[in-house]
């Protein structure tokens, strides 16, 4: 974590952002525009994986940190849940929800090797410097 500056630099932050984008994108090409309750959950647990590994790295210790990536990585599964019920709802082709699925699969990989990586590091986070 120590060369890490800000949490914009880490990856699966960035790879959550894009999550949040394309779910945006499937909002606004879809008639999931019309289901204000699905939209709804579906956009705020797709931020919500972002906004806790954001919020987690602010935290400056890594078992804080630790239990915020836990919950970014439940936030995807629970977003992957609510893409199968827009594919169900055919908000989506099977196609592009693959490929959501995939980046969230990939996503969930990740946020849990750096959850393991940061368990197993000597370094206790900025706040014990």
Request: charged fraction near 30%; proline fraction near 1%.
């Given at each position: ?100 699925a ?25 706040k014990?410097?």
């Open positions: 974590m120590a060369h890490y500056k800000s949490f914009e630099d880490l990856e699966i932050w960035q790879r959550a952002r894009i999550i949040c984008n394309e779910i945006y994108d499937l909002y606004l090409s879809s008639d999931l525009q019309k289901d204000y309750g699905l939209w709804n959950q579906i956009n705020k647990s797709s931020g919500s994986i972002m906004d806790n590994i954001a919020e987690g790295f602010e935290r400056d210790g890594n078992r804080e940190f630790i239990q915020f990536l836990s919950i970014a990585k439940a936030s995807c599964g629970e977003s992957k849940s609510q893409l199968y019920r827009c594919l169900d709802r055919k908000y989506l082709e099977p196609e592009k929800f693959g490929s959501i995939k980046q969230m699969n990939e996503c969930q990989a990740q946020i849990a090797g750096f959850m393991k990586y940061l368990k197993n590091s000597d370094r206790k986070g900025n014990y410097d």
